[in-house]
């Protein structure tokens, strides 16, 4: 069955640690992580409870493929209310974490109430102890970890954790597992701040059974990694260059967004791209890249080892930086690089390994500088007000925000707090790009229209995870679409979202969606859940998953008018690049996206839609 069957629930007001088990009824109808955890969310919280309360609850889920022989089979999914946004949230991590709770014997931990002090949840197979961190407090995630495992004496336990900026509630803190692993995205942790739980440690040794058919599943999931290795995206160009193999070619388009959204190419690009990771540097004779990473199970091994020059200026002093770390992936190098028209591919790097330690998303905060400094330029906001000059441009600017926002300090409080709220506070809210507060990842909407469509309905805020259109609008997977029309996309949308929905709730990486299509997953889970896991059960349960997280948002107070994008890429078109003269057409596509749907004219599933995928 592929299931452990067991959830953990911590009740961290009481300081107790229960078992219980897994509702199989919502395991075949949800399939597990994002889906499963999602079912069980939206049945035990309030809609309109606010994130940082006491009453919202964090669920950390894994997958009936998680920990298993599956490629890429390490993912886990952090469940809650997102601060950030207001909406659901579902942030999904890899590294070992995740496999490492599965091998403990546990699907799911549901973490609910609030400590009175700070403590860490350790887990040792079926045993689990809420622990004082009163020592671990204040500390960054790079401190936490290691902190643990010398406590513990056992240097493999896996670690997730919480840095300063989760304590100090920036909205979108991250989780980070593995040091340079995170589920970052929407603020969960600074839920798990508000909650006082400083880390979760497993160490797990029972193994990962209860497969359906391991004779099956050995051979199927032997033939899908065949086709990974053979895949020209999954087999060589991720291994080689990671996410960055994007960098270049997405600032040909004319879709790469520069300057919070002003221009759609930069002229930097090639300084901080994948190809330059791999060169030497004149300083030292060393490239910026060391080498690449594979996460738990995984055989395309995108992630990226880095090594800062020592003589660079941000950690010429600091020698705690000069060691190798968590390099730079592409939403990164974009948001903290082109977003801002920084071409420093040694201070991006720095500032990557801030996020990490500190554990911040670097897509929301890079997006975010990208704000300031372009209400700097305005002369909205001033260097007195910031404490440094903040034009586009300026690495020195993009370095002290970073330092200043993972400590908690002067300005940095304020960029802590997302773009939206910054820009309401000082009089240009348009100046936020961003969807449901959430800020944009990197690919402009007027050089790829689909993925406008996809950040406008994107039930967790902007977000390219959950519909990457641009797999077929750049990269012509599974079929090539035309980057710069309407036509089609909405169903090429609603198909992305259902089926990732599946990859996120199976437990592996979406990244296998370059080579593989949702009839790659199904014998797969078929293999390790049973047979009644067929194309239909699935195809149903990916749309089933996408209803009932709208669901939740709708109830939470979310309507029509949140799913939108930005007056800047409706109104203001493309000056350079193949989408020069084109807005983002929204418009034309969301009538047409909400009929697919089985929605009304205002976003609402129809009660006919909600009784055929039984909500």
Known sequence: MAWTKKVLRVNLTEGTCKTEDLRMDWAKTYLGQRGLATKYFVEEVDAKVDPLSIDNKLMFATGPLTGTMASTGGRYSVITKGPLTGAIACSNSGGYWGAELKNAGWDMVILEGKAAKPVYLFIENEKATLLDASDLWGKSVWETEPAIKTKHQDPLIRVTSIGRAGENQVLYAAIVNDLHRAAGRSGVGAVMGSKNLKAIAVRGTKGVGNIANPKEFMKVTFEKKKILAENAVTGQGLPTYGTQVLMNVINEMGAMPTNNHREVQFDGAKDISGEKMHEKRPTDGKANLVTNQACFGCTIACGRISKIDETHYTVENKPQYWGASGGLEYEAAWALGSSNGVNDLEALTYVNFLCNEHGIDPISFGATVSAVMELYEMGVLTEQQIGVKAPFGSSEALTKLAEWTCN????????????????????????????????????????????????????????????????????????????????????????????????????????????????????????????????????????????????????????????????????????????????????????????????????????????????
Request: glycine content about 12%; some cysteine.
């Open 408 to 615: 908690g300090e002067g300005f940095g409080k304020e960029v802590g707090q997302g773009s939206k709220r910054l820009c309401t506070k000082y009089g240009h809210p348009e100046l936020s790009m961003s969807v449901k507060g959430q800020e944009f990842p990197a690919y402009d909407s007027r050089g790829i229209q689909g993925m406008g469509l996809t950040y406008a309905t994107s039930n967790r805020g902007a977000c390219h995870l959950r519909s990457y259109t641009v797999a077929s609008e750049v990269l012509g997977i599974p079929v090539k679409t035309d980057p710069l029309t309407t036509d089609g996309k909405p169903g090429l949308v609603k198909a992305f979202q259902d089926a990732t929905a599946i990859f996120d709730s199976a437990g592996i990486c979406v990244f296998t969606s370059f080579a593989w299509t949702l009839a790659d997953v199904q014998p797969q889970v078929a293999a390790a859940c049973g047979e009644e896991f067929d194309m239909p059960n699935l195809e149903t349960m990916g749309e089933r998953i996408w209803n009932l997280e709208r669901q939740f948002n709708l109830a939470a107070g979310f309507t029509k008018a949140d799913d939108d994008l930005p007056a800047r890429l409706k109104k203001d078109a493309a000056k350079v690049g193949p989408a020069k003269g084109l807005v983002n057409g929204i418009d034309k596509m969301l009538p047409e996206y909400y009929e697919l749907r089985g929605w009304d004219s205002e976003g609402r599933p129809t009660k006919a839609t909600l009784e055929r995928l039984g909500l």
